[in-house]
C-alpha cells in the first residue's frame, strides 16, 4: 500500500524540476488544477521524474535507459525525465495512440515502437523487450514511485486552496487516483474517481473486491483505457474517502467543448472526464468546496 512518506520523499525528490500548479476558478466552489501545463503536458511528469531520479540515487539506472508501455502520456513523461538523467527512453505504444502524442514523441526523441491496437498489447511487446535487453522497465501506473510523484498534486492543490474538501480526478490504471487518495486522506479531502462508463477498471475492482479485467471502449482509451485497476489504486479506494463515478463519452465530450468554447482551456478527452463528473453523476453537496484536477492535454485542438 502507498504510504504518505512514499509521497513525502517524492515531493522533495521532484520539487525543483516539476512546474508549479496553478489552480484557476471554475464556477462557485469548484476549481480547476490546471496540471496538462506540467512538463510533457500532463501529470506523469511528477511520477516519471521521481522514478527515474530515484533510480538515479539507487546506482539502477543503467546506460541503456528505460523502456515503457503507454497510451502516450506516460511515454512523453519519461523522454522528458530520462534527459533530467543524461538517459534514453524507449516507448512501445498501441496503433490507436493519437498521432499529436506520436509525433511528440517523435520530436523529443525517443525510440517508438507501436505494437497491437490497446495498450495492454503495448505492454506486453514492452515487457518482451526487457527480458532480451538491459534496460529498466517502466510502468506507467502500477509503479510505487509513480503514484508518489502524483499524489505531490495534493500539497500543491491545498496550499491554492486551503478549504477544499474534495478531489476529483479522472482514472485510468489508477497511479493518479492511488497518490491522490493517499495524499488528500492524510488532509481530511475525499477523492473521487472518474471513468468512462465503457473503461471500468477501478469502478469494477471496487465492485469485485480485487483487480479484474475490464472492456476498454471509449474516446478517452488513450489514456483512460487501462484493461486492469491496479492493487495500489483499490488499496487506496478502500483506505480512505473516495467515491468513484461512472460518466459516458458523450458527457465526456461536452465537458472537453465546454472548457474550450468558454474558457479557451484545450484538454484531452481523458482529462476532461474528470469535469464531467461534476457537471451531473458527482453533485458537491451544500458548501462543498471541490477541485478538478485536468490532468491532460496532449491533443490538437
Aim: charged share 20%; with cysteine; glycine share 10%.
Amino acid at each position: 500500500m502507498l504510504t504518505i512518506d512514499e509521497i513525502g520523499a517524492a515531493r522533495a525528490r521532484i520539487g525543483d524540476v516539476v512546474r508549479p500548479l496553478t489552480v484557476a476558478p471554475f464556477a462557485p466552489r469548484v476549481s480547476l488544477a490546471l496540471e496538462f501545463l506540467q512538463f510533457s503536458g500532463s501529470f506523469k511528469a511528477r511520477g516519471a521524474a521521481n522514478f527515474v531520479l530515484a533510480h538515479a540515487e539507487r546506482g539502477t539506472l543503467p546506460d541503456s535507459g528505460i523502456a515503457i508501455a503507454s497510451g502516450g502520456n506516460a511515454g512523453l513523461a519519461f523522454v522528458w525525465a530520462a534527459r533530467l538523467a543524461n538517459t534514453k527512453a524507449t516507448v512501445f505504444v498501441p496503433a490507436t495512440t493519437p498521432d499529436a502524442k506520436l509525433d511528440r514523441l517523435t520530436t523529443l526523441g525517443a525510440i517508438v515502437h507501436r505494437v497491437g491496437t490497446e495498450y495492454g498489447e503495448a505492454a506486453e511487446a514492452c515487457a518482451n523487450f526487457g527480458r532480451d535487453n538491459d534496460v529498466l522497465l517502466a510502468h506507467a501506473y502500477a509503479d510505487p514511485l509513480m503514484a508518489a510523484g502524483a499524489g505531490t498534486l495534493v500539497d500543491e492543490i491545498v496550499a491554492h486552496q486551503p478549504g477544499v474538501d474534495t478531489v476529483v480526478v479522472s482514472v485510468g490504471g489508477g497511479g493518479l487516483f492511488a497518490g491522490v487518495a493517499t495524499a488528500a486522506a492524510a488532509h481530511g479531502i475525499r477523492t473521487v474517481g472518474v471513468e468512462p462508463r465503457t473503461c471500468r477498471a477501478l469502478n469494477a475492482a471496487i465492485e469485485a473486491g480485487r483487480p479484474v479485467d475490464v472492456e476498454v471502449d471509449s474516446i478517452a482509451m488513450d489514456s483512460l483505457g487501462a484493461r486492469r485497476a491496479t492493487d495500489l489504486a483499490l488499496q487506496a479506494a478502500q483506505a480512505s474517502d473516495t467515491r468513484s463515478i461512472l460518466v459516458d463519452d458523450r458527457e465526456i465530450a461536452d465537458a472537453r467543448d465546454l472548457l474550450w468554447d468558454e474558457h479557451r482551456i484545450g484538454v484531452e478527452y481523458g482529462a476532461a472526464a474528470a469535469l464531467a463528473a461534476i457537471r451531473g453523476p458527482y453533485v458537491p453537496g451544500s458548501g462543498e468546496r471541490a477541485c478538478v484536477v485536468l490532468c491532460g492535454a496532449n491533443i490538437r485542438k
